[in-house]
């Protein structure tokens, strides 16, 4: 069941460090490698809560991972450009990836309160493409309409 994170904490690269940890023991099941491209600095990268994120894109490799055949591959590039904060999930699935559940769903949601967009194609190679990007600014904008 999905349950919300209460923390508030802002988005920071050790997030993303935890869910390459999470993902480490379904990879391994499945015998399939993990493509990891961030290029995001270090420490604080946005004031965003962080929680949510890293939930989504948890959910995001998770569904990558079942699309994909044993022993193939995954991939997770993050990167902060233009004011938002750019992830891109890929999978070498046979058919796209972003069919129902509750952890796309809850994606989808975390995107729209973030105020961010997601996009979903097919891969240049087959699979599945599947493209987040969150605005950086989004509570510097808050503060400054009160």
Do not use: H
Not at 33 to 42: A, I, P, Q, T, Y
Not at 67 to 84: C, K, Q, V, Y
């Amino acid at each position: 069941t999905y349950r919300p994170e209460r923390s508030t904490r802002t988005f920071a690269v050790a997030d993303l460090e935890d869910v390459r940890l999470l993902m480490t023991p379904e990879l391994r099941r499945k015998r399939q490698r993990l493509e990891w491209s961030v290029d995001l600095g270090s420490g604080e990268v946005a004031r965003v809560n962080g929680a949510p994120i890293r939930q989504a894109l948890l959910n995001l490799l998770l569904n990558a991972s079942a699309a994909t055949p044993e022993g193939g591959g995954i991939a997770l590039s993050a990167a902060s450009r233009g004011g938002e904060l750019r992830f891109e999930v890929r999978d070498e699935g046979p058919v796209v990836s972003a069919g129902g559940g509750l952890g796309l769903w809850m994606v989808r949601r975390t995107v729209d309160e973030c105020g961010g967009r997601i996009a979903v194609a097919d891969g240049p190679n087959g699979g599945t493409v599947i493209a987040m990007s969150i605005p950086i600014a989004q509570e510097e904008r808050r503060f400054d309409a009160a």
